[in-house]
Nanobody, 115 residues
Framework: VQLVESGGGLVQPGSSLRLYCAASGFSFSVYAMSWYRQAPGKERELVATISSDGGSTNYPDSVKGRFTISRDNARRRAYLQMSSLKTEDTAVYYC?????????WGQGTQVTVSS
């Protein structure tokens, strides 16, 4: 299983950013996918989950209405569209899949929101 994130960067508050996750090594279309983030000194937290067919999504209140998770099963990719970014969204963002009862993570992509 391999997950590779990209798309992070330095943006100003109120900006938008789209993260990408390229997946390989498992049957992508069968598994739910998630995005997590981890800020310095804080625990890793879940920010979005999407069902295997893309028909169901879930978000915590902290990002609901601002973040949108999506997927393209043909391209084996998951996406996280982030808008109205806040300084508190600064973190390393990770793509995740729970495959055969084990969590797999990518290397992460840094998102920094600062004026």
């Amino acid at each position: 299983v391999q997950l590779v994130e990209s798309g992070g960067g330095l943006v100003q508050p109120g900006s938008s950013l789209r993260l990408y996750c390229a997946a390989s090594g498992f049957s992508f279309s069968v598994y739910a996918m998630s995005w997590y983030r981890q800020a310095p000194g804080k625990e890793r937290e879940l920010v979005a989950t999407i069902s295997s067919d893309g028909g169901s999504t879930n978000y915590p209140d902290s990002v609901k209405g601002r973040f949108t998770i999506s997927r393209d099963n043909a391209r084996r990719r998951a996406y996280l569209q982030m808008s109205s970014l806040k300084t508190e969204d600064t973190a390393v963002y990770y793509c995740n899949v729970r495959f055969r009862s084990q969590d797999y993570w990518g290397q992460g992509t840094q998102v920094t929101v600062s004026s």
